[in-house]
């Protein structure tokens, strides 16, 4: 199997297990070096621009981000080439008090060889976003 079906493997994964609320097996997903950028670039959730690295650290934005909410993460479509797949995703996040914030991004996910990704890179627009929460 070619790295950009191992990356496209792990993309679909990591959606179906933010889907399940399943923290233990999106971890599984990451190799213990990973890049996590959700949103990519300067915001609050990752003030430094550069990422979250390491497990450890996805697993501090898998509990500050991802856990407080019911996430439903669907693919629209998904273009895998090289070690990487592009995934277009529309997700939406019911928040405690059934607060809803939709979002339309890009999502591109980097695996190794054993099919573990390296990289996830979201693309998406933070203040679009922030604006939606009022």
């Known amino acids: 199997m070619g790295l950009a079906h191992l990356a496209k493997t792990a993309s679909q994964r990591s959606g179906e297990y ?28 990752d003030p430094s621009g550069q990422g979250h690295r390491g497990k450890a650290a996805i697993e501090a934005f898998w509990d500050t981000v991802i856990a407080p909410g019911s996430i439903d993460f669907q693919v629209v479509s998904s273009h895998p080439a090289g070690d990487e797949c592009a995934n277009v995703v529309h997700m939406v996040n019911t928040m405690p008090g059934d607060m809803r ?3 339309d991004m890009v999502v591109v996910y980097r695996a190794d060889a054993e099919g573990k990704l390296v990289s996830l890179r979201a693309f998406w627009d933070y203040e679009s976003v922030m604006a939606q929460l009022g």
């Open 18 to 45: 933010v889907t399940a609320g399943d923290k233990e097996g999106w971890l599984s997903l990451f190799s213990e070096d990973a890049v996590l950028e959700d949103p990519v670039g300067e915001s609050p959730l």
């Open 101 to 103: 914030v939709v979002v």
